[in-house]
């Protein structure tokens, strides 16, 4: 590591720490929830850091899954302390936020990034995974669509939502489990390349430094937690808003800042991993597990959600495709995903 980047790393331990201490020594709700926001950025920055050294030795699908893995870590724990919390609608509402926030907004802002850094104006990057991954999106779709019908048609199995919700859980991780096993075993460790700059950092460092960030991203989303009700109701927003736009952003610092950073520096295959993992995971593997634990707690998610984020969902699965499925994407489709993500905050905001 450089000694820049070892001043940064201590930053980021300091903010964490300090997030720590506003936590427990009962600071103002505002100042925890400013510091824990910092501290997810920073911790960010490390996870972006340790997935590069990583990706240095292996190919842009084995790093995009286990920076994905380890970045929706925070989002996890959001979810389980806001169960705990009897926070029900900010539970659901974040999941769906991070689905939007990844595949919109996130997915935009890489693409407007990666194509200014092309020669040709257009970010150009492996077909598979973009398709495999509207695949994905579009699966978990497909339940929530037939719920929403369901329970709008009033029909017989509009009264077992939560048996539905379970047997469509276990049935699309097994479906993402198929995908992930198969994905990863066509992606073999690189090769040296001539003229390029090797690992900076030891392969044991890069790991630790992962789990490292991932344990600190949970902790400090716990204290998010937290300071976001106090937060909200000093704020006077509305918790459609504060789940699909704050929390979202928020849990997913990780990919906010590592899929651009990977964009600007060119690594159009590695940024577009990291990012549509993120998508497949939450949609196939994320909302299910959460659907199964939530089994534990006194209000259990479902797939049932409002009708508004049903259409936003379904879209957001058929917009990904439009723009990424070819493998090449220009700055204006990379704005129109950030515009569409836009509108749909704006949306929440008024709910």
Same mark, same amino acid.
């Given at each position: 590591?450089?000694?820049?980047?070892?001043?940064?790393?201590?930053?980021?331990?300091?903010?964490?720490?300090?997030?720590?201490?506003?936590?427990?020594?009962?600071?103002?709700?505002?100042?925890?929830?400013?510091?824990?926001?910092?501290?997810?950025?920073?911790?960010?920055?490390?996870?972006?850091?340790?997935?590069?050294?990583?990706?240095?030795?292996?190919?842009?699908?084995?790093?995009?899954?286990?920076?994905?893995?380890?970045?929706?870590?925070?989002?996890?724990?959001?979810?389980?302390?806001?169960?705990?919390?009897?926070?029900?609608?900010?539970?659901?509402?974040?999941?769906?936020?991070?689905i939007f926030a990844n595949a919109l907004l996130v997915l935009g802002i890489v693409i407007v990034v990666g194509a200014r850094e092309a020669d040709d104006v257009c970010m150009r990057f492996s077909r598979r995974l973009p398709n495999d991954t509207a695949t994905l999106l579009l699966a978990c779709s497909f339940v929530i669509v037939v719920v929403a019908i369901s329970l709008a048609s009033e029909d017989r199995a509009s009264h077992?939502?939560?048996?539905?919700?379970?047997?469509?859980?276990?049935?699309?991780?097994?479906?993402?489990?198929?995908?992930?096993?198969?994905?990863?075993?066509?992606?073999?460790?690189?090769?040296?390349?001539?003229?390029?700059?090797?690992?900076?950092?030891?392969?044991?460092?890069?790991?630790?430094?992962?789990?490292?960030?991932?344990?600190?991203?949970?902790?400090?989303?716990?204290?998010?937690?937290? =300071?976001?009700?106090?937060?909200?109701?000093?704020?006077? @927003? $509305?918790?459609? *808003? !504060?789940?699909?736009?704050?929390? #979202? &952003? /928020?849990?997913?610092?990780?990919?906010?800042?590592?899929?651009?950073?990977?964009?600007?520096?060119?690594?159009?295959?590695?940024?577009?991993?990291?990012?549509?993992?993120?998508?497949?995971?939450? =949609?196939?593997?994320?909302?299910?597990?959460?659907?199964? @634990? $939530?089994?534990? *707690? !006194?209000?259990?998610?479902?797939? #049932? &959600? /409002?009708?508004?984020?049903?259409?936003?969902?379904?879209?957001?699965?058929?917009?990904?495709?439009?723009?990424?499925?070819?493998?090449?994407?220009?700055?204006?489709?990379?704005?129109?995903?950030?515009?569409?993500?836009?509108?749909?905050?704006?949306?929440?905001?008024?709910?």
């Amino acid at each position: 590591m450089t000694s820049r980047e070892r001043l940064i790393a201590g930053l980021v331990a300091v903010v964490t720490i300090a997030a720590g201490v506003a936590h427990y020594a009962d600071a103002p709700a505002l100042l925890a929830f400013a510091i824990a926001t910092i501290a997810l950025a920073g911790l960010a920055w490390l996870v972006s850091f340790a997935t590069e050294q990583v990706g240095e030795r292996f190919g842009p699908g084995v790093t995009g899954v286990l920076q994905s893995t380890l970045g929706n870590l925070p989002e996890l724990f959001v979810v389980l302390f806001a169960l705990g919390a009897g926070e029900t609608v900010v539970a659901q509402t974040s999941i769906l936020g991070s689905i939007f926030a990844n595949a919109l907004l996130v997915l935009g802002i890489v693409i407007v990034v990666g194509a200014r850094e092309a020669d040709d104006v257009c970010m150009r990057f492996s077909r598979r995974l973009p398709n495999d991954t509207a695949t994905l999106l579009l699966a978990c779709s497909f339940v929530i669509v037939v719920v929403a019908i369901s329970l709008a048609s009033e029909d017989r199995a509009s009264h077992h939502v939560q048996a539905i919700s379970s047997i469509a859980a276990v049935v699309l991780l097994g479906v993402y489990l198929v995908w992930v096993v198969g994905y990863l075993r066509g992606d073999l460790p690189r090769e040296a390349e001539p003229g390029r700059a090797g690992p900076r950092v030891p392969f044991s460092v890069a790991a630790v430094l992962l789990g490292v960030a991932g344990v600190g991203a949970a902790l400090v989303s716990d204290w998010f937690v937290a =300071a976001l009700r106090p937060t909200i109701d000093q704020l006077g @927003i $509305s918790e459609a *808003f !504060a789940g699909l736009v704050i929390v #979202a &952003i /928020a849990g997913n610092a990780v990919e906010n800042a590592t899929g651009v950073i990977l964009a600007r520096k060119g690594e159009a295959d590695l940024a577009i991993s990291v990012v549509k993992n993120s998508v497949a995971q939450i =949609a196939a593997f994320l909302f299910p597990v959460l659907v199964v @634990i $939530s089994l534990l *707690f !006194a209000t259990p998610l479902t797939f #049932a &959600i /409002a009708p508004v984020y049903v259409g936003a969902l379904l879209v957001t699965a058929l917009a990904v495709w439009q723009v990424t499925g070819d493998g090449e994407a220009a700055a204006f489709e990379g704005w129109a995903l950030i515009g569409i993500y836009v509108v749909l905050a704006a949306l929440t905001l008024y709910e």
